[in-house]
């Protein structure tokens, strides 16, 4: 008498004919004349970048140089350096010298490709720089709250900004910075040293290189959102669309998790130009700042910039409470 084939054994078999199929048609692909279709196919089966042997990289490296250079229409560097020895990057900012006037923003965008588009999620901006109006407790205003005469609920000092608003605004039009009753507090990804964004993302795409940054392989990122809703630091953007990035504006110096083009329905962030740090250069930010607000350096090195920084000034570290431990300090003279 025939045995009936239970569900558990039809499942395995149905399995193990979708994985024969999807071999085969990955080996037809790559064996394709369509070099766009066999790149892309074989994007799919490729490890997580921190898994991979040396050839393994070597291979996914040269596949994104050839393309990027066909969409781009230039010749395009992949980037595989690796973490150095001896390095631990930390970044430290003058919130004092800051004026407000964003070139750290834009330069970033222009380095790192970011999307440009001028449609609802097409404009992806790394580095935040909130404006906070200053201000201070006035007698006059002690009875002016609600209610009146009584100042219980609300004191008529909360109706304007009383030291520094932390809720700032993110986007201003300034016609001139510095503006006499603004500060400036710039906010991008912090390096956390304890990053819970990394701790929460399920398939370990995003995760921290031994020289400090936190990076994510875009090509395994599913886009769940879950690391960006970990960041204490809203230093996080997803790709709701598929990222604007003119032909001429991309910048074809790039590094495999940094800042080589991304995809729709991936997650980005800094960190801290890795395709330019990994080879003794400042980030872009650093580099471009006109007031020489930003300093950046080796943690390890006693006579590095950031080094004496965190040895001579006054320091502070933002939501230092939540014990991220973030490589990113505030300071000020």
Known sequence: MATQPSRRSFLRSSGMLSLSSLMGTGALMAASDDAK????????????YRLMTQD??????????????????????????????????????????????????????????????????ERIEWIQVLRMER???????????????????????????????????HYYEPKAVPEKEATYMPIACMQCEKPPCVKVCPVRTTYREADGPVVID????????????????????????????????????THYLGNRPRMRGVVEKCHWCLQRTRHGRYPACVEVCPVGARKFGNLLDPESEVSKVL???????????????PKFFYFYD
């Not at 892309?40 to 490890?47: L, N």
Request: net charge positive; aromatic share 8%; hydrophobic share 30%.
């Open 37 to 48: 279709a066999s790149i892309e196919w074989a994007e799919h089966f490729q490890k997580n």
């Open 56 to 121: 393994e990289k070597n291979e996914a490296r040269l596949r994104l140089e050839k393309r990027h250079a066909a969409e781009y229409g230039k010749k395009v560097s992949v980037d595989i350096t690796e973490a150095q020895p001896g390095v631990l990057m930390g970044y430290a900012l003058n919130i004092r010298k800051c004026i407000g006037c964003r070139r750290c923003v834009k330069a970033c965008v222009e380095e790192n490709n970011q999307s440009r588009g001028d449609k609802p999620g």
């Open 135 to 169: 201000g201070e407790f006035t007698g006059e205003k002690m009875n002016q709250g609600y209610p009146e005469g009584l100042g219980i609920q609300v004191g008529g000092n909360a109706y304007s900004p009383s030291g520094v608003q932390m809720e700032g605004q």
């Open 218 to 253: 875009y090509n395994w990122c599913i886009g769940c959102k879950m690391c960006m809703n970990a960041c204490p630091y809203w230093a996080r953007r997803f790709n709701l669309t598929t990222p604007v990035l003119p032909k001429e504006a991309m910048n074809p110096v």
């Open 311 to 325: 040895a001579r000034k006054n320091v502070f570290r933002l939501k230092a409470e939540l014990n991220t431990f």
